[in-house]
């Protein structure tokens, strides 16, 4: 299977702490992207990084990419129990017309 | 709010039926992506349309086809419906045919097939 891998599967934190995700794939790839999904509802594009790109931020959100290792992170910081979501990292390899994603880490956020 | 719309949003049939998702992609998107969302396969990528033609396939099920119209709106056809179908079912829009775009998702179908 070339579906990525988010690892860990689930994470606990208390609000106010900094919650680390990471997603590892298996193919050469032209961009990686995150995505939040709220249970049950729809995905919501968080931030895009490209394969030539090490490391991007956007508000609260930090991805690093290492494409040495195909794997990237994605770290929150400071969370807030409205960040209680499951989080995917999606991406399409070299020449692929296809979207993959990953299992996702559903991430808790503790008032 | 995406500016994507899927109707219905729910949908419960026995199987062996047929059943007709519907998709509105964004004002001014042409690419028109459907996904399979179930607890043990996760987000699957099904197939996108772009500008009324079909772009790419992924693990789309021959009982299931899809179309893109005119008017840019997409139908996904789920056919001789099996347990197993039972899911979430998402279409994603974005402006050009590249999968690697920002899409812009629906809130989804939820089938239930029993």
Not at chain 2, 27 to 40: A, F, H, K, N, R
């Amino acid at each position: 299977s070339q579906q990525g891998e988010e690892d860990p599967q689930a994470l606990s934190i208390q609000e106010g702490e900094n919650a680390t995700m990471n997603c590892s794939y298996k193919t050469s790839i032209n961009n990686l992207q995150w995505y939040r999904q709220n249970s049950g509802r729809g995905l919501v594009h968080l931030i895009l990084i490209r394969s030539n790109e090490r490391e991007k931020h956007s508000g609260r959100l930090r991805v690093t990419l290492d494409t040495s290792k195909k794997s990237s992170s994605l770290l929150i910081t400071a969370s807030r129990a409205a960040d209680t979501a499951s989080y995917f990292c999606s991406y399409s390899g070299a020449g692929s017309y296809q979207l993959t994603f990953g299992k996702g880490t559903k991430l808790s956020v503790i008032p | 709010d995406s500016g994507v719309t899927q109707t219905p949003k729910h949908l419960i049939t026995a199987t062996g039926q047929r059943v007709t998702l519907r998709c509105s992609p964004r004002s001014g998107d042409l690419s028109v992506y459907w996904y399979q969302q179930s607890l043990d396969q996760g987000l699957q990528f099904l197939i996108q349309y772009y500008n009324g033609e079909e772009r790419a396939k992924g693990n789309i099920l021959e009982r299931f086809s899809a179309q893109q119209f005119p008017d840019l709106h997409s139908e996904l056809n789920l056919s001789s419906l099996e347990l197993g179908d039972s899911a979430l079912y998402f279409c994603a829009s974005s402006a050009r045919p590249n999968p690697g775009d920002e899409q812009y998702f629906g809130p989804g179908t939820r089938l239930t097939v029993t």
